[in-house]
């Protein structure tokens, strides 16, 4: 980490003693430390314990340098390539969920555009709070990397999650983010989840993509370095940590706006979302009361997003999916070639342990030259990392 250039910012948490041991570790890796301390962390530790540690002055005040015109949030945001905040406490993430700038730290977190690594550690009440929990949620979905608590004893004398983890692990996070990765620079669309199509306010049409084949492989991209946007339909999970973007959309138009905004900027596209065929032409403005024994809808066809951006796509690699029931690869074949994709990956959602709702999957990769990859049964998670993998092959041919 011989070039790169870290703030860490220190919270009111009874970890913040441990992040002296961060500090350290970071000067000696090579990288150059500076730390922002919160006043409510100045109860726990000495700002002069870190300057010592970084060989930097340690900034507490907003206001302290202003008669030098020297803006210290401002000059100490684009002073990093990375902040962690370590320990985050409860109170933080609240203020920085929330936009809030009434300090050092917060200040400086608004002024910077790059990435944050937040390092929560409280009592485990106060984490599993859903105060808590939803700004985690807010800051996960604004791209920021969040390092889960550990579980163990805790100082205010619980047993729970909550602990700041080692130092040694802080560290190895850092490096893993600041490692060179085969999808470095390149930005990446992934859809997900399945789109909803409105029957009346309250009714609609939907499918049983789980959304986790799509999160699993947007998590992968992340993690190999790639910007990601993630465009999710209705989805029973969390989305991943560290996206650019995530966009929440309901029905296959919707969805089909948002791809199209991003895609000219796109170095690839992976359409995995469970996108309808079909809408319900006129849904009803109030809900439709039950009366006659049949009621019929009447369905139009919705876009084909893949084969647009088939025809759109200059140098964007476009990868889609075929859950298909019956002849599987004979249809994703034909999906290849009439979408103008790079590849597909295609399953039979029939088979046990793959397709719809579950954590594994069965599937195949078919490339342009006709060639085929079957994998066996393995998680979602693993397949995503393969896809990925199969991506950055197909970003450098
Ligand atoms: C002894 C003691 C230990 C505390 N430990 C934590 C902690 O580990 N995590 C946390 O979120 N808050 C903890 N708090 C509460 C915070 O210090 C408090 O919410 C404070 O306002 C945080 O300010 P800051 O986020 O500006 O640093 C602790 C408070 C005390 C008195």
């Known amino acids: 980490m011989a070039d790169k250039n870290i703030l860490i910012g220190v919270t009111g948490g009874i970890a913040a003693y441990k992040v002296v041991e961060v500090a350290s570790r970071l000067k000696k890796s090579g990288a150059n430390v500076k730390v922002i301390m919160t006043k409510h962390a100045t109860e726990f530790i000495t700002p002069k314990t870190f300057q010592e540690i970084t060989n930097n002055a340690v ?70 709070n859903p105060a808590t929990q939803a700004n985690l ?16 004893n805790l100082a205010c004398g619980t047993v729970g999650k909550g602990r700041l983890p080692e ?27 399945g789109t909803v199509e409105a029957i009346d306010p309250v009714r609609y049409i939907g499918n049983r993509s789980s959304g986790r084949m799509g999160y699993e492989i947007a998590k992968s991209a992340v993690k190999n370095g790639a910007e990601v946007t993630l465009i999710s339909g209705k989805a029973e999970i969390e989305p991943p940590n560290g996206l650019k973007h995530f966009v929440k959309v309901e029905s296959a138009l919707e969805m089909r706006n948002e791809v199209l905004k991003e895609f000219e900027t796109a170095d690839a596209v992976i359409m995995s979302a469970a996108v309808a065929d079909y809408r319900v032409k006129t849904p009803a403005a109030q809900k439709i009361k039950k009366s006659s024994d049949n009621l019929t809808l009447e369905l139009v066809k919705n876009p084909d997003i893949l084969r647009e951006l ?34 597909i990956v295609a399953n039979d959602v029939t088979l046990e342990g793959a ?13 342009r030259d006709g060639s085929v990859e079957n994998f066996s049964k393995m998680s979602k998670a693993e397949l995503a990392e393969k896809i990925v993998q199969r991506l950055s092959k197909a970003l450098n041919q």
Not at 60 to 87: E, G, M, T
């Open 137 to 152: 949620n807010i800051l996960k979905a604004r791209g920021v990397q969040i390092l889960e608590p550990a579980s163990g």
């Open 59 to 128: 900034s507490v005040d907003l206001f302290a340098d202003a008669a030098n015109f020297n803006v210290a949030h401002i000059s100490l945001a684009d002073f990093a390539d990375l902040i962690l905040i370590a320990p985050a406490t409860a109170n933080f993430l609240a203020k920085m969920a929330h936009g809030i700038a009434d300090d050092l730290l917060t200040t400086t977190i608004l002024a910077f555009d790059k990435k944050i690594l937040l390092a929560p550690s409280m009592n485990t009440k106060m984490f599993e």
């Open 355 to 367: 397709g719809f709702g579950v954590s594994t999957n069965i599937a195949s990769i078919i490339w």
């Open 167 to 193: 130092p040694a692990e802080i560290c190895e996070e850092i490096e893993k983010i600041f490692a060179p990765k085969v999808l470095s620079g390149k930005k990446i669309l992934v859809t997900a989840g």
């Open 310 to 343: 088939g025809t759109l796509k200059k140098n964007q690699v476009l990868v889609g999916f075929a859950a298909e029931t019956q002849n599987v690869l004979d249809y994703a074949n034909k999906k290849l070639v009439e979408k103008n994709l790079n590849f």
